[in-house]
């Protein structure tokens, strides 16, 4: 079997391109960085080290590369062809992919090609692969829709992984954390006889989800916001700081309260704890060295009204129940200043030039809820003096 993979990044590489081929299919890796095409089309290798003790090796082979930029109609015929594609390529580019594959899908139909296909967006973001399908429906002509309809799949997924930013000789090489998770919603699947091992299949797959994204997604921004705002560099240096890892606790016990409020038919609370000792031991991991601008980057999309701060406040407030911490992070959000971050430098501009409720409001989308805007203001201006202090 073959599978076109969106996105040879280090995610791409060191968790979906590896799950793949440990199933057996050979990939073809589809991204518009130059350097890693070309050493995935001379080489048609490369090797995975895991972040943990022995560092254990992991051979991926069958892989080659296609740039989307240079060979657009390579990546139509591949699509044409392929058994399963996947992403794993940014929230923020799956719009910018759509029109291609919405291309390489008419291709496969027009082509004869009616075997079940399904496309599954592996980002971290709820409902990622509906939000590609509409992207890619918006360029599908009017006829092709019901034809897409019947042979397309777009299934949710939820993935976990850590991959930290690392920086190493060889560009195709890459270290991951051993920990992986990733789960599909099989009631949207087209393909059924598809089934990938090491995969897990679920009925309705919200609760893992937000499971995955109010807990690791969560505390990790938690862990870099805290720890930028007391001087911290690195996620390794900042959660040995007791009042991080304090704070970090805080927080999942906020967003274990509400996961178990909501999806206790699918989750007790003794495994919630469990799965929030994990993620504590995960960001402790001292095989992973991560930076704090990785992980921190892009603030304004964690600051969205539907992302892992501003989601489970929302709703723990609908439901009387504290989310005091959550709220602490969210005011050292707006002081994370990181001179490489185009979106980081934006809002400070905005901070700067604007009223502060305003762009609160443009930042969470909140328009309707002036009681959080002020409490999200007075949480700003509360983490500005511990900056001071």
Not at 11 to 29: C, H, P, Q, V
Not at 69 to 82: L, S, Y
Not at 297 to 315: A, H, S
Request: aromatic share 8%; with cysteine.
């Amino acid at each position: 079997m073959r599978a076109v993979h969106f996105g040879a990044g280090n995610i791409g590489r060191g968790f979906i391109g590896e799950t793949l081929a440990d199933n057996g299919f050979s990939i073809d890796f589809v991204d518009v960085n130059s350097t890693i095409i070309d050493a995935l089309n001379k080489r048609g290798e490369y090797d995975i080290e895991l972040a943990a003790p022995g560092k254990k090796k992991i051979h991926v082979s069958n892989v080659d590369g296609i740039n989307n930029a240079k060979d657009p109609d390579k990546v139509v015929d591949a699509i044409k062809a392929t058994d399963m594609i996947t992403t794993a390529i940014g929230p923020k580019i799956l719009p910018i992919i759509a029109p291609l594959i919405a291309k390489g899908l008419t291709a496969r139909i027009n082509s004869g090609n009616t075997t079940p296909l399904d496309v599954i967006a592996c980002e971290n973001m709820i409902g990622g692969s509906q939000h590609l399908k509409d992207y890619v429906y918006s360029h599908l002509d009017a006829d092709m829709k019901p034809k897409v309809d019947k042979y397309i799949g777009f299934p949710n997924a939820a993935v976990d992984r850590i991959v930290p930013i690392q920086h190493n000789d060889d560009p195709l090489f890459v270290s991951v954390e051993d920990f992986k998770e990733w789960i599909i919603d099989k009631s949207q699947m087209k393909n059924k006889d598809i089934k990938l091992k090491g995969v897990g299949y679920a009925k309705d797959l919200e609760p893992y989800i937000e499971r995955k994204l109010f807990s690791v997604n969560t505390g990790h921004a938690t862990v870099a916001y805290t720890g930028k705002n007391l001087g911290y560099t690195t996620i390794g240096d900042a959660i040995k700081d007791p009042f991080v890892l304090k704070q970090v606790k805080r927080v999942l016990s906020e967003t274990r309260s509400l996961l178990y409020n909501k999806w206790n038919k699918e989750f007790t609370e003794k495994s919630l704890e469990d799965y929030h000792s994990k993620v504590l031991k995960r960001f402790q991991n001292p095989y992973i060295s991560d930076d704090i601008a990785r992980v921190g980057r892009t603030p304004i999309r964690k600051l969205g009204y539907d992302e892992r701060f501003i989601r489970p406040i929302r709703e723990l407030k609908e439901r009387n129940l504290d989310y005091s911490a959550l709220m602490e992070t969210v005011g050292r959000i707006y002081h994370f200043d990181e001179p490489k971050d185009a979106e980081s430098q934006k809002l400070q501009k905005m901070l700067k030039t604007e009223d502060l409720k305003q762009v609160i409001v443009e930042t969470t989308g909140l328009k309707d809820d002036p009681d959080l805007v002020d409490q999200i203001a007075k949480s700003y201006h509360d983490a500005d003096n511990d900056k001071k202090n």
